[in-house]
């Protein structure tokens, strides 16, 4: 049996903002949010682009990760995601 991937994924707004997510295909999801299907926060905010995308074993793992990195400032947000080992740039 496939095991499913789980992921944590940052995008950047067209206003600068930061939208962060969780899914399980992050082509898909990114594609939904640029046709204006995804979430409410990015349907004003197109084009989007992926900024960094972390993968875990669980939904529980990358969901925690999502609302940790919600909590933080923006300049903590930027840090993390510039700083950390195993992102990917969009």
């Given amino acids: 049996m496939k ?4 992921y944590f994924y ?3 707004c067209s206003d600068g903002s930061f939208y962060a997510g ?4 992050i082509n898909q999801r990114l594609k ?6 995804g979430a409410k926060y990015t349907r004003g905010r197109t084009p989007v682009r ?3 995308s972390e993968e875990f074993e669980t939904k ?3 969901l925690k990760m999502e609302i940790s ?3 933080l400032s923006r300049k903590a ?3 993390y995601i510039n700083g950390h080992p195993d992102h990917e740039k969009g």
């Fill in 32 to 37: 939904k949010h640029n046709d204006g299907k």
């Fill in 60 to 62: 529980s793992e990358a």
């Fill in 22 to 25: 969780y899914t399980v295909d």
């Fill in 50 to 52: 992926l900024l960094y």
């Fill in 69 to 71: 990195f919600k909590k």
């Fill in 3 to 6: 095991q499913t991937c789980h």
């Fill in 77 to 79: 947000k930027e840090q």
């Fill in 10 to 12: 940052v995008l950047e």
